[in-house]
């Protein structure tokens, strides 16, 4: 893998890891699609840390203040350190599902890497869901925010997020289509679902990161470049998604997903 190969690699996890995309799905087709070398394991982890690294740093402010609710709350104020150690809990109780998944269900999902087919329907799977969400949002009569969500609600979305362990399932897609179907606001949703995104992303790249010291083959200079590529990516469709729901829907993402869906799989059957 070249210095060239590694940067697109590191771009598209970056940019598909956030936006409603799947990155999963993207990062099987691209060295099928593009002919790019596939990456080796120590790479796949470098670039999950960089990603989370990216979402890290973009809500630093909230990561701190969560922190701050449990260590020092008298600096937020009783009522708004309630809010953050709520929001704290949230995101702990909503990975649960995604870490079960992860460590009884990888394994049997490990062979859909290798099948375009069952990424292609994964694909079509989120877009659909995507349009599930706008269609349910654009009839919603009153819109809900982060602090109104209930045990019931956040499981419910953990459990969306656990999907993307299937290749094609877009892990952000799912978890926003998830809080927009529950009455949140598109805008509220999708923080949450990058805040939901934290220890998931970060926790894959650590549970893995004693193979870092294989596969470096390629040279430092290939993965650094990768590597970087990945997080600042990952911070710019992290701004991007956040600035976009704002004032348009989701639904020309589900478009692409739907369409790229389908055209994989008719080409894995032709």
């Known amino acids: 893998m070249g210095v060239l190969e590694a940067i697109v690699l590191g771009i598209i996890q970056g940019a598909t890891e956030f936006l409603p995309v799947s990155s999963s799905g993207h990062l099987v087709l691209a060295p099928q699609l593009l002919g790019i070398t596939e990456p080796s394991l120590s790479y796949d982890v470098l670039l999950h840390l960089a990603t989370s690294l990216a979402v890290m740093g973009y809500f630093f402010r909230e990561i701190r203040n969560m922190v701050q609710a449990f ?76 602090a109104d969500l209930g045990v019931l609600d956040v499981l419910l979305i953990g459990m969306l997020q656990a999907l993307a362990i299937i290749p094609g399932i877009s892990r952000s897609g799912a978890t926003i289509s998830g809080g927009m179907l529950l009455g949140l606001e598109r805008g509220q949703a999708a923080r ?35 590597t970087l590529a990945a997080f600042l990516s990952g911070l710019l469709a992290v701004h991007f998604l956040l600035r976009l729901v704002r004032t348009r829907s989701l639904r020309p993402f589900s478009f692409y997903v739907l369409v790229l869906g389908f055209f994989v799989v008719v080409l894995s059957v032709l």
Not at 77 to 103: H, M, N, S, Y
Not at 194 to 222: C, R
């Open 192 to 226: 949450f679902s990058f805040l939901l995104s934290i220890p998931v992303i970060l926790g894959a790249g650590l549970v893995k990161v004693g193979d870092l010291a294989e596969g470096f083959s390629a040279g430092m200079g290939v993965y650094v470049a990768g």
């Open 71 to 146: 260590v020092s709350p008298g600096r937020l104020g009783e009522g708004e350190a309630k809010l953050w150690r709520q929001l704290a809990l949230w995101i702990i109780l909503g990975t649960i599902p995604a870490g079960f998944a992860g460590v009884l269900l990888e394994d049997k999902f490990a062979s859909l890497f290798h099948s375009t087919f069952a990424v292609g329907l994964a694909l079509m799977i989120t877009g659909l869901l995507l349009l599930c969400a706008e269609w349910v949002a654009d009839r919603a009569r009153q819109v809900r925010q982060m």
